[in-house]
């Protein structure tokens, strides 16, 4: 049992080496009940979802339940946060915006996409228009995300909101 949480750990390590300086920072914990705790932290970029991927392959082969993530991200990348919405609703997995931190943008969708959802008082959550890297707001880009919001059972007030927010 020992090896098995031993090369987990080691694949989390190599899964974080893998992927580029610019992306959010994801890691795994396990909680005092045997659990594994993800967290994402940073912007979203390119190559999170293979990330996170790995780091919930590397929990299921240690035979361990993954049973939330917790969020801290301005957002980033659109399209990268809809392949994590995806992956987060498919393995069920809780979203939690821990005191202090902020989900904004496409981390919006990440927490959206989770069965259960907890954010502290404290922490920020946000949402606003799409913008392209330029920071200029994108149309097609924010209806897409509303039509994302939508899918994962955001409540048209707030796809509203985002919608007539800018990006800034």
């Not at 907890?118 to 209806?143: L, M, P």
């Amino acid at each position: 049992m020992l090896a098995r949480g031993v090369s987990f750990l080691i694949f989390g390590w190599i899964c974080l080496a893998c992927s580029t300086s610019e992306a959010a920072y994801i890691r795994s914990s396990i909680s005092s009940e045997g659990k594994v705790v993800l967290f994402l932290d940073g912007k979203i970029e390119t190559g999170d979802a293979t990330t996170l991927k790995n780091l919930i392959r590397g929990a299921n082969a240690a035979n361990r339940l993954v049973s939330g993530i917790r969020l801290n991200s301005p957002g980033g990348s659109l399209a990268e946060g809809v392949a994590l919405a995806d992956i987060i609703r498919y393995g069920k997995i809780a979203t939690v915006v821990p005191a202090g931190a902020q989900c904004a943008s496409a981390c919006f969708l990440v927490f959206a996409a989770g069965p259960e959802k907890y954010a502290s008082y404290t922490a920020n959550v946000g949402v606003h228009g799409a913008s392209n890297q330029s920071g200029v707001e994108e149309g097609d880009a924010t209806v897409s995300m509303g039509r994302a919001a939508k899918e994962l059972g955001v409540p048209d007030n707030i796809i509203g909101k985002m919608v007539i927010t800018p990006p800034d």
